[in-house]
């Protein structure tokens, strides 16, 4: 937990004992699961920011049938062959499903996300990561704490160029022209389509870009699952949500762009 920072005055924390300390005599516990709350209550958005454990619930039912796995093995690939280094933090990583398949190939990860519920459920996935309560808009690490920043269709913000060694590198995780078209088609009178997420980032140049498309056939209560999981959730009734996954589809296409970003002020 050596490269977390005071949320409030941006001094480094340093453990003592059970808590994390700031010279600043800022204190922040550190929870039985093993993670940090690193989210003061001013600088939260609402009362319970993030997903709630419902939603954590569906998404780590079904990320663990594997059917993201096509992801994680190209996800692997390019680790190897952009040289991904050191340490590692996945903004926005919810259940730490990613996080954690990450960690396989890079030593010393960190994972943050808003989501108390969420960070819980990653402690309980791989107890090796240090975890923590936080937002993406003010990351609580040090300057130049980290060789690679993921962020795996999840939110971002311009403090992730803080927060990277000046050799760092961004690794964008963002759904591609037809992602989840059939599962979109029963569900809105008038579809649209993904537009490539912006490769134009201040700081940073596109030193990669490989997109990974594969089909899955999903059960009706992976559908369920996926619709539970997606931003659509927000976009439609419960009731309609319902009906359109009522009935099983045959195919269901998975199509993301993989980005690999280099620092560059």
Same mark, same amino acid.
């Given at each position: 937990?050596?490269? &977390?920072?005071?949320?409030?005055?941006?001094?480094?924390?340093?453990?003592?004992?059970?808590?994390?300390?700031?010279?600043?005599?800022?204190?922040?516990?550190?929870? *039985?699961?093993?993670?940090?709350?690193?989210?003061?209550? @001013?600088?939260?958005?609402?009362?319970?920011?993030?997903?709630?454990?419902?939603?954590?619930?569906?998404?780590? @039912? &079904?990320?663990?049938?594997?059917?993201?796995?096509?992801?994680?093995?190209?996800?692997?690939?390019?680790?190897?062959? =952009?040289?991904?280094?050191?340490?590692?933090?996945?903004?926005?990583?919810?259940?730490?499903?990613?996080?954690?398949?990450?960690?396989?190939?890079?030593?010393?990860?960190?994972?943050?996300?808003?989501?108390?519920?969420?960070?819980?459920?990653?402690?309980?996935?791989?107890?090796?990561?240090?975890?923590?309560?936080?937002?993406?808009?003010?990351?609580? &690490?040090?300057?130049?704490?980290?060789? =690679?920043?993921? =962020?795996?269709?999840?939110?971002?913000? @311009?403090?992730?160029? $803080?927060?990277?060694?000046?050799?760092?590198?961004?690794?964008?995780?963002?759904?591609?022209?037809?992602?989840?078209?059939?599962?979109?088609?029963?569900?809105?009178?008038?579809? @649209?389509?993904? #537009? $490539?997420?912006?490769?134009?980032?201040?700081?940073?140049?596109?030193?990669?870009?490989? *997109?990974?498309? &594969?089909?899955?056939?999903?059960?009706?209560?992976?559908?369920?699952?996926?619709?539970?999981?997606?931003?659509? #959730?927000?976009?439609?009734?419960?009731?309609?949500?319902?009906?359109?996954?009522?009935?099983?589809?045959?195919?269901?296409?998975?199509?993301?762009?993989?980005?690999?970003?280099?620092?560059?002020?």
């Amino acid at each position: 937990m050596k490269l &977390f920072a005071c949320p409030i005055c941006k001094n480094p924390l340093l453990r003592f004992d059970g808590s994390l300390k700031c010279r600043g005599n800022h204190s922040y516990d550190i929870a *039985r699961e093993g993670y940090v709350n690193l989210l003061p209550a @001013q600088y939260r958005r609402s009362r319970r920011p993030g997903d709630n454990a419902d939603m954590v619930a569906t998404r780590t @039912q &079904f990320l663990n049938k594997g059917h993201y796995l096509p992801l994680v093995k190209s996800l692997h690939k390019i680790i190897i062959e =952009t040289r991904l280094g050191a340490p590692l933090v996945d903004l926005g990583c919810g259940d730490g499903y990613f996080t954690s398949a990450l960690a396989e190939h890079i030593p010393d990860v960190y994972g943050v996300d808003v989501s108390k519920p969420a960070i819980k459920a990653a402690c309980k996935r791989e107890k090796s990561i240090n975890w923590a309560v936080g937002t993406v808009s003010r990351l609580p &690490f040090i300057d130049g704490a980290f060789g =690679t920043a993921t =962020t795996l269709m999840a939110p971002m913000s @311009q403090d992730v160029s $803080r927060v990277l060694l000046p050799t760092g590198k961004l690794c964008r995780v963002t759904p591609a022209t037809n992602h989840l078209s059939e599962l979109k088609q029963t569900m809105y009178r008038e579809v @649209q389509e993904h #537009r $490539r997420a912006n490769t134009s980032l201040a700081h940073f140049v596109l030193i990669r870009s490989t *997109r990974v498309t &594969f089909g899955k056939e999903l059960s009706i209560e992976d559908q369920k699952d996926l619709v539970g999981m997606t931003p659509m #959730r927000y976009r439609i009734s419960k009731s309609h949500a319902k009906d359109a996954c009522a009935t099983k589809m045959t195919h269901v296409t998975f199509d993301f762009w993989i980005d690999v970003f280099e620092k560059h002020d």
